[in-house]
């Protein structure tokens, strides 16, 4: 017989006092009181949160029954602070889309991503990362953070829209920055239809990506292309009911895609980044091994697979530092989890941040160790306590894209130059959607 609930925190209420507690524990980098709450109630505690219900977890075993065993009975939430305010910008696209509607979009999503789409993307992709490296002056100070967004930003418009991002780019950053700030304080509270501040911005954020992607999809129904937009723009669901993405659910998609597609990818190698330039005998063989596999000639699809370290290296950073750093379910039925009951409509929260980091399943977990996810030893990990990318059915659709990137981004550019850190051995986390580094990661270029 399954337990009723399991332990946790005085209930937040909607008293000023108790709401103002929480908001100043959990504001910018939430971990540590996370991570005190686990040390008391255990892996998996109760958090009343206003109106909503929810269980948070950081145990292997939790994540399989959640993800895995009782998948059926766990679907995307769509009420809470946050997917209330992931709507307002991605709609029912593929990361928050539930049922039926979620199984047609990413039947028609996947051919986009199969090996033979990835290696065309990755010609476009090791253009751009040399550009990118090529574009690097002896001495130069980057802000590493900045660096990526605006490169990653560039790859997914250019490998998966056709599109030069350019003249667009002010407006991405601007709609990423509003929905960065959406996730925190009182005002993410407060009803969308207010004319706050903060509404404003995030309208305004709608309206410019509206704009840029809405003019992109009808100009490419209008004729055809190889890129994915144009594959969307034209798919039919011939196993499902006929048909193909009406204009606002193409829109949502798109929109899924050029955010989730750069934004999460662009935190991982500033990451990385950083990381490397705290450990240059690391850096140092990502460099022997881009050189041994490229040389200095462009890199080809077929070099992709032969980055073994490289890809540890990726691997071992998004473990530290995982971009997507929680993962939020809601049960649409009754559930058992960890032998406790999950009514129906509670949400589950899983830190992957805490599961990464725990020394249960990662001995020193604190350490930057590639070698974690070398073949000797990669067998060793316990089974579902790694998962920067989700797992089950809704694994993330670009994976194999993600790191196909980061890997010819890496290689490019530490084959040509290496990088010194400016800033703090430790960085401040920014953790709203995404765990990004507060203040930027200044560091000095060096041509080798």
């Given at each position: ?210 704009a840029l992607i809405y003019g992109l999809a009808d100009a490419r129904r209008r004729g055809a292309g190889l890129d994915l937009l144009s594959a969307l723009a034209g798919a039919i669901d011939d196993e499902g009911d006929g048909t193909g993405m009406s204009r606002r659910q193409l829109r949502d998609e798109l929109v899924t895609l050029l955010l989730a597609g750069h934004e999460t990818t662009s935190h991982a190698l500033s990451w990385t980044f950083h990381l490397l ?172």
């Amino acid at each position: 017989m399954p337990l009723v609930r399991p332990p946790g925190p005085p209930p937040v209420t909607y008293h000023p006092l108790s709401l103002l507690t929480h908001l100043r524990r959990m504001a910018g980098d939430p971990t540590e009181e996370v991570a005190r709450r686990f040390d008391r109630y255990g892996d998996l505690y109760r958090l009343r949160f206003l109106d909503r219900e929810v269980y948070v977890t950081r145990h292997p075993e939790h994540i399989q029954q959640v993800l895995i065993t009782a998948a059926d009975r766990f679907g995307k939430p769509r009420e809470g602070v946050v997917a209330r305010q992931l709507r307002r910008l991605l709609g029912d696209g593929l990361l928050l889309s539930d049922g039926e509607l979620w199984r047609k979009q990413r039947r028609l999503i996947q051919p986009s991503f199969r090996k033979d789409r990835i290696d065309q993307y990755a010609r476009i992709v090791a253009t751009l990362a040399e550009q990118f490296a090529l574009g690097l002056a002896d001495g130069q100070q980057v802000e590493v953070g900045h660096s990526m967004t605006d490169l990653t930003l560039q790859i997914v418009s250019k490998a998966l829209f056709d599109h030069d991002v350019a003249g667009d780019r002010d407006r991405v950053a601007g709609a990423t920055r509003a929905f960065r700030k959406a996730f925190g304080g009182l005002s993410a509270l407060l009803p969308p239809t207010l004319p706050t501040p903060h509404n404003r911005a995030i309208n305004r954020a709608v309206a410019d990506l509206d704009a840029l992607i809405y003019g992109l999809a009808d100009a490419r129904r209008r004729g055809a292309g190889l890129d994915l937009l144009s594959a969307l723009a034209g798919a039919i669901d011939d196993e499902g009911d006929g048909t193909g993405m009406s204009r606002r659910q193409l829109r949502d998609e798109l929109v899924t895609l050029l955010l989730a597609g750069h934004e999460t990818t662009s935190h991982a190698l500033s990451w990385t980044f950083h990381l490397l330039a705290q450990h240059p005998e690391l850096e140092a063989r990502v460099r022997h091994e881009a050189m041994s596999v490229l040389g200095k000639r462009k890199p080809e699809p077929g070099d992709v697979d032969k980055l073994y370290f490289t890809e540890q290296v990726l691997n071992e950073a998004m473990r530290l530092y995982p971009p997507a750093y929680a993962l939020a379910r809601v049960a649409t039925r009754e559930a058992e989890v960890g032998g406790y009951t999950v009514p129906i409509g509670t949400d589950v929260l899983i830190w992957i941040y805490h599961v990464h980091r725990d020394p249960r399943w990662f001995p020193e977990p604190g350490r930057f160790d590639p070698d974690r996810f070398s073949p000797a030893r990669r067998g060793t990990i316990a089974p579902f306590a790694y998962l920067p990318f989700g797992l089950g059915t809704r694994t993330c659709i670009g994976k194999h894209f993600a790191l196909m990137e980061a890997k010819l981004v890496l290689a490019c550019t530490l084959r040509r130059v290496s990088l010194t850190s400016l800033g703090a051995d430790t960085p401040a986390r920014d953790m709203a959607v995404t765990l990004a580094p507060r203040g930027g990661l200044p560091m000095r270029v060096h041509v080798l």
